[in-house]
């Protein structure tokens, strides 16, 4: 599923490192550990879609790719312009970004597991 592109998130990493050490202990079975990211792909797509933040980003294009209908951005000493609906526009600037998209089509969050 192409949803999974979350797990390589900080928070993503951090749940999948903690679910780790519970399956390893015996806390938890590897079924359930798999259940429970899944569960978390579907949340972290629900709450982004229902977000009303709005981002812009401006920089040099430094490398980008198409494969498996997933776009891969390099931006080098980027700058992002992050807009909410409740909360004063901010800019933030790196040096390095990374910009994952794909088509939000490609997975039904919708159900459960």
Partial sequence: MSLELYRRSSL??????ALDELVISGVLSPTIAMKVLSEFDKSVCRSLRASKVKASVK???HTYRFCGNVWTFIVENAIVNIADVDVQSKEVRVQLLKVVA????????SGSV
Avoid: E, R
Avoid at 12 to 17: E, I, K, N, P, Q
Avoid at 102 to 109: A, H, N, P, T
């Fill in 12 to 17: 993503g990493m951090a749940l999948t490192d």
């Fill in 59 to 61: 920089g040099q294009l």
């Fill in 102 to 109: 794909c088509d939000s089509k490609l997975g039904d969050v």
